[in-house]
């Protein structure tokens, strides 16, 4: 199983950045994918959120408006990042969770620093 996340980097404040999660080695189409990040000193949270089926998303309130999350049929899961504050600074994660054995696959992190 991998989970490689690429796109992350250094923005400006309004900037914006694609980040990107390449899967292979389990059955993508059946696993919920996420974004989840860390900042230094603060505890992992949930970004997004995208079904298997790709028909419902979720967002934490403080990208809502900014993020988008994308799943396509060639086992990537993309996160559109717009208007970037400082404040969404952090190692962003690929998740891929089994829904029926609630296991967890994770990427290894992007940096993603937003400043000027």
């Known amino acids: 199983v991998q989970l490689v996340e690429s796109g992350g980097g250094l923005v400006q404040p309004g900037g914006s950045l694609r980040l990107s999660c390449a899967a292979s080695?389990?059955?993508?189409?059946?696993?919920?994918m996420s974004w989840y990040r860390q900042a230094p000193g603060k505890e992992r949270e949930l970004v997004a959120a995208?079904?298997?089926?790709?028909?419902?998303t979720n967002y934490a309130d403080s990208v809502k408006g900014r993020f988008t999350i994308s799943r396509d049929t060639k086992n990537t899961v993309s996160l559109q990042m717009n208007s970037l504050k400082p404040e969404d600074t952090a190692v962003y994660y690929c998740?891929?969770?089994?829904?029926?054995?609630?296991?967890?696959?994770w990427g290894q992190g992007t940096q993603v620093t937003v400043s000027s």
């Open positions: 080695g389990f059955t993508f189409s059946w696993y919920v």
């Open positions: 998740n891929a969770h089994d829904p029926y054995t609630r296991y967890d696959y």
């Open positions: 995208i079904t298997s089926a790709g028909g419902s």
